[in-house]
């Protein structure tokens, strides 16, 4: 008898071939090595330094000295690691505070904090839901979202990216009894839209829904006070869970879930990331703890990295190139092809700046993208450079590519078109 190979997925996994092929021919975009911090300029490991567009230290605070001073004292203070979960050993003030500061930031009874912004969203996820129930899953949703609808005891129903019409079916079919828990990203990774919440919060009122919003790329990033997408669109207090990771904005590692007392104490009794999983290690609490307090102390931080977005597309625009319309910290180029992407990423990358080569399944078939990100303290001529890289890679790989391409260009995709489920990887 001969058994079928259990591994073969893993083995034969469609995004496992692309990074392989993409390694062929020159370095891949994928797990670049860095030699030093993820600041505007990073050193790589071939000894050359390249403006940073890749990475998610919105507010440049990895660096901080405050918040490495932070991380320093905690690990002279508490070790290495905890060395057991939040329920047993694992809790420590420092994440007392923590969740103390995040609650009393977006105006919320509580916040539970768990080692990552993945397993925030599979502790709430996975805890929620009886079979009768639905978790209505925009497609465009983040993979931590879709692996925690997947956990939940609730049927999982996935409606067309941003697409109220979709949302609104889907509502209108479930059994009247039926529990319903909408989720969004507030801000897609990807291609930096938003969430249409406004309309998301009178349609889930309109159906007796929850509304979970998803903040990892809003913290610190849209609002007036940094709060994310909920802030900026005026619902703050008309959701009913916010979730967020603490490692972009808030320059650490880990993750929180942001809602009512009872919710978080039932959480903490039910979520097996929360049951099972060993805590943070300090370090990173008190990291995390310190850039919030940066971004509360300085919210003028938000508006510049608002102002270093609009300067990015401003010279990318200037330069002939193509992006898709966006807030925000993030910039997509659209590409096309998947080899392609590889290829302007490699020429970009020896142009002297660093970017994301995106493709499926981070986004739908056809639509890889080059994603740029803005930091805070990035400098006009980062930018500058950063826009001047990706138009020279561009022009190499596609030798019709002028400088005075069009903004909108035929191949540009429509990332909300296409039957795939994109789940965005970071």
Not at 156 to 165: E, G, I, S, T
Not at 181 to 194: A, H, I, P, Q
Not at 346 to 363: C, I, K, L, S, W
Request: with cysteine; charged share 20%; glycine share 10%.
């Amino acid at each position: 008898m001969t058994r079928r190979d259990p591994f073969a997925p893993a083995l034969g996994a469609a995004f496992a071939a692309h990074v392989r092929r993409s390694a062929a021919g020159g370095p891949s975009p994928y797990a670049v090595a860095a030699a030093s911090a993820s600041g505007p300029v990073v050193r790589f490991a071939d000894g050359r330094e390249r403006v940073n567009a890749g990475s998610n230290n919105y507010l440049g605070l990895t660096d901080d000295p405050r918040v490495v001073a932070a991380a320093h004292a905690a690990l002279d203070r508490y070790g290495t690691g905890v060395s057991g979960s939040r329920l047993l050993n694992g809790t420590t003030e420092l994440v007392l505070d923590l969740e103390a500061e995040l609650a009393d930031f977006y105006g919320a009874e509580a916040a539970v904090v768990t080692t990552s912004g993945f397993t925030a969203n599979l502790a709430l996820l996975s805890a929620v839901g009886r079979p009768h129930d639905a978790v209505l899953l925009d497609t465009g949703a983040h993979a931590s979202l879709h692996a925690g609808a997947a956990a939940s005891a609730a049927r999982v129903l996935r409606w067309r990216h941003n697409d109220l019409a979709s949302l609104r079916r889907r509502l209108e079919q479930l059994d009247d009894d039926a529990g319903a828990l909408v989720v969004v990203d507030g801000v897609y990774s990807m291609e930096g839209t938003c969430a249409p919440l406004p309309e998301l919060v009178a349609l889930c009122r309109e159906h007796d829904a929850r509304l979970v919003v998803d903040e990892a790329h809003g913290v610190g990033v849209l609002g007036e006070r940094g709060r994310g997408a909920v802030e900026q669109a005026g619902v703050l207090g008309e959701v009913d869970v916010v979730t967020l990771t603490l490692s972009k904005s808030l320059a650490s590692c880990g993750g929180a879930v942001i809602t009512t007392a009872a919710l978080a104490e039932g959480l903490r009794g039910s979520a097996s990331p929360y049951l099972f999983a060993a805590a943070g290690v300090p370090a990173a609490v008190a990291a995390g703890l310190a850039a919030l307090r940066v971004l509360r102390a300085e919210p003028e931080r938000v508006a510049a990295l608002a102002d270093r977005g609009e300067r990015l597309r401003a010279e990318l625009h200037a330069a002939g190139v193509p992006t898709v319309p966006s807030v925000g910290a993030v910039v997509g180029v659209p590409v096309g092809d998947e080899q392609r992407v590889v290829e302007v990423w490699r020429e970009v990358f020896d142009a002297g700046a660093y970017t994301n080569a995106v493709v499926h399944p981070a986004v739908p078939r056809g639509g890889a993208l080059l994603r740029l990100s803005v930091m805070a303290t990035h400098t006009d001529a980062h930018l500058a450079r950063a826009a001047a890289a990706v138009a020279r890679g561009l022009a190499r790989v596609d030798p019709r590519a002028r400088a005075d391409v069009p903004l909108q260009r035929p191949e540009v995709v429509d990332l909300r078109e296409g039957s795939q489920v994109p789940r965005p990887l970071v």
